[in-house]
């Protein structure tokens, strides 16, 4: 890719609104070999266990070091490589970093991507997934039951637990 920075395609959205499987989809159309897939959930200050201490959610720009998201999407825009937290979605858990080198497309997809004016800027192509609510609460009850091993009781707690900091810091994303 010498000479040319990467397309920037953000896909943002609400907890099992759909953004995992429209970038996988997206992926598979464009080549996985052409394309940087960067998950924002990576940059998770606090794990499931911490979070659950401290009593704040995922969805909350306090608990995501957005400042990094905003320094490694500039990187990735002007085509150089990043180290990437990883956080491990199956046990709550952060782990050893990843090198990212941007492809001719990156992919950002999470719940805070449109967050900031800083992170805005560097997009090329911007999509807010926005499935009515019953049914993207019936898909986050399925994927968290079956792939993050929470009881469907735990799943409808975190629901009601996030939903004050989806409507402040999610659902604005929208514009």
Same mark, same amino acid.
């Given at each position: 890719?010498?000479?040319? @920075?990467?397309?920037?395609?953000?896909?943002? %959205?609400? *907890?099992?609104?759909?953004? !995992?499987?429209?970038? +996988?989809?997206?992926?598979?159309?464009?080549?996985?070999?052409?394309? !940087?897939?960067?998950?924002?959930?990576?940059?998770?200050? /606090?794990?499931?266990?911490?979070?659950?201490?401290?009593?704040?959610?995922?969805?909350?720009?306090?608990?995501?070091?957005?400042?990094?998201?905003? &320094? =490694?999407?500039? +990187?990735? =825009?002007?085509?150089?490589?990043? &180290?990437?937290?990883? /956080?491990? =979605?199956?046990?709550? *858990?952060?782990?050893?970093?990843? /090198?990212?080198?941007? +492809?001719?497309?990156?992919?950002?997809?999470?719940?805070? %991507?449109? *967050? *900031?004016?800083?992170?805005?800027?560097?997009?090329?192509?911007?999509?807010?997934?926005?499935?009515?609510?019953?049914?993207? +609460?019936?898909?986050?009850?399925? @994927?968290?039951? !079956?792939?993050?091993?929470? !009881?469907?009781?735990?799943?409808?707690?975190?629901?009601?637990? @996030?939903?004050?900091?989806?409507?402040?810091?999610?659902?604005?994303? @929208?514009?």
């Amino acid at each position: 890719m010498p000479g040319r @920075r990467p397309i920037i395609l953000g896909v943002v %959205g609400d *907890s099992a609104a759909g953004k !995992t499987t429209l970038t +996988r989809g997206l992926m598979n159309i464009l080549g996985p070999e052409r394309v !940087t897939h960067v998950c924002t959930d990576d940059y998770h200050k /606090y794990d499931r266990q911490e979070r659950a201490q401290l009593g704040i959610t995922p969805l909350h720009p306090d608990c995501n070091y957005v400042d990094v998201m905003e &320094l =490694h999407l500039e +990187r990735l =825009h002007y085509g150089q490589p990043i &180290l990437k937290p990883v /956080y491990d =979605h199956r046990n709550g *858990s952060l782990v050893r970093p990843e /090198y990212v080198q941007p +492809r001719e497309f990156v992919i950002v997809e999470g719940l805070l %991507g449109f *967050s *900031s004016p800083a992170l805005e800027a560097f997009y090329d192509v911007k999509v807010y997934l926005d499935p009515p609510e019953e049914l993207r +609460r019936i898909w986050k009850i399925k @994927r968290d039951t !079956t792939k993050r091993g929470y !009881t469907e009781e735990q799943v409808q707690a975190e629901l009601q637990r @996030r939903e004050q900091d989806s409507e402040r810091f999610i659902r604005p994303q @929208r514009e």
